[in-house]
């Protein structure tokens, strides 16, 4: 089992940046490939970025690509999210999502992660 916290959401005007982190619990995070997802009101879940069990390799949503960073310190068993250049589209829930233990590889299905934080809210004013 690992827990997943997340935090940095809040409210910014477009154009803005904001910093989401995820906390995990457990000794196995660095075997793990986490993911970060949105939803948004009225939509479904949507996938945002994934990134392997070593930080080495990752892959955007075309609609954060350039603009989302993702990152990881498995000394601190957290990863990063870094919003820049925000829209009033890219207000959602976001969540933190990890893979089962030694599954490294990132993939973009939701039903690939068991594990979920509760979620931070980013709101962009236009």
């Known amino acids: 089992q690992v827990q997943l916290v997340e935090s940095g959401g809040g409210l910014v005007q477009a154009g803005g940046s904001l910093r989401l982190s995820c906390a995990a619990s457990?000794?196995?995070?660095?075997?793990?490939?986490m993911g970060w997802f949105r939803r948004a009101p009225g939509e479904e879940r949507e996938f945002v970025v994934g990134?392997?069990?070593?930080?080495?390799?990752?892959y955007y949503a075309d609609s954060v690509k350039g603009r989302f960073t993702i990152s990881r310190d498995n000394a601190k068993n957290t990863v990063y999210l870094q919003m820049n250049s925000l829209k009033p589209e890219d207000t959602a829930v976001y969540y933190c999502?990890?893979?089962?233990?030694?599954?490294?590889?990132?993939?973009?299905?939701?039903?690939?992660?068991?594990?979920w934080g509760q979620g931070t809210q980013v709101t962009v004013s236009s």
């Open positions: 999502a990890a893979k089962r233990a030694y599954d490294r590889g990132y993939t973009n299905s939701a039903s690939d992660y068991p594990y």
């Open positions: 457990g000794r196995t995070f660095n075997s793990r490939a």
């Open positions: 990134i392997s069990y070593s930080g080495d390799s990752t």
